[in-house]
Antibody, heavy 117, light 110 residues
Framework: EVQLVESGGGLVQPGGSVRLSCEAS????????MNWVRQSPGKGLEWVAL????????YYADSVRGRFIISKDAAKNSVYLQMNSLRAEDTALYYC??????????WGQGIMVTVSS | QSVLTQPPSVSAAPGEKVSITCSGG????????VCWYQHFPGTAPRLLIY???KRPSGIPDRFSASKSGTSATLDITGLQTGDEADYYC???????????FGTGTKVTVL
């Protein structure tokens, strides 16, 4: 059974940093591209970033490029999102998502990040 | 960043059909496979349709989808109260080098 479990969220001050982790199980982690997707309160889904399972290339949404870094550790079956220079508009529920041939097919339960003073 | 446009809401009575359109452009829907996601508030979103029209196991055939040019459509037939959720289309965009979700559509069963 595919499982994705996020951790590391919480309350962060504007300008601060936080690192989200996602531990994967139930599939060959290294074979898959992994994504982070977020949903701000009252808003729709917003794709944040991905790291390729093939060559570890990374892609980011314009809204986070230069502030967020996605990475992974295959030995730990984990993907991370380092979030720096946080803003109030980064407040959201962050989902770790597996990608299979263009489809975001398995989603974690999400972890909340609140940016507030 | 989203340039995939959906109607904010659609509604119909139980048993009827609703259609949700997703309008994009030549750099996203026009070039790439479209997916649809179902999201019940408070739960994780679920993949509903992939590769334009395929359903993951467990998704009933009441859900179907198609694509034409730079637009895609999700149809839900035999509408049930349990279908009340938010629905999002999604596709990669070559110009933005980003994955786009649609603006989202809330389905209401009257």
């Amino acid at each position: 059974e595919v499982q994705l479990v996020e951790s590391g969220g919480g309350l962060v001050q504007p300008g601060g940093s936080v690192r989200l982790s996602c531990e994967a199980s139930g599939f060959a982690f290294s074979d898959y591209t992994m994504n982070w997707v977020r949903q701000s309160p009252g808003k729709g889904l917003e794709w944040v970033a991905l790291i390729s399972g093939f060559d570890t290339s990374t892609y980011y949404a314009d809204s986070v490029r230069g502030r967020f870094i996605i990475s992974k550790d295959a030995a730990k079956n984990s993907v991370y999102l380092q979030m720096n220079s946080l803003r109030a508009e980064d407040t959201a529920l962050y989902y770790c998502v597996r990608e299979d041939r263009d489809a975001r097919d398995y989603w974690g339960q999400g972890i909340m990040v609140t940016v507030s003073s | 960043q989203s340039v995939l446009t959906q109607p904010p809401s659609v509604s119909a009575a139980p048993g009827e059909k609703v259609s949700i359109t997703c309008s994009g452009g030549s750099s996203n829907i026009g070039l790439h496979l479209v997916c649809w996601y179902q999201h019940f508030p408070g739960t994780a979103p679920r993949l509903l349709i992939y590769q334009v029209h395929k359903r993951p196991s467990g998704i009933p055939d009441r859900f179907s989808a198609s694509k034409s040019g730079t637009s895609a459509t999700l149809d839900i037939t035999g509408l049930q109260t349990g279908d009340e959720a938010d629905y999002y289309c999604g596709a990669w965009d070559d110009n933005l080098r980003a994955y786009l979700f649609g603006t989202g559509t809330k389905v209401t069963v009257l």
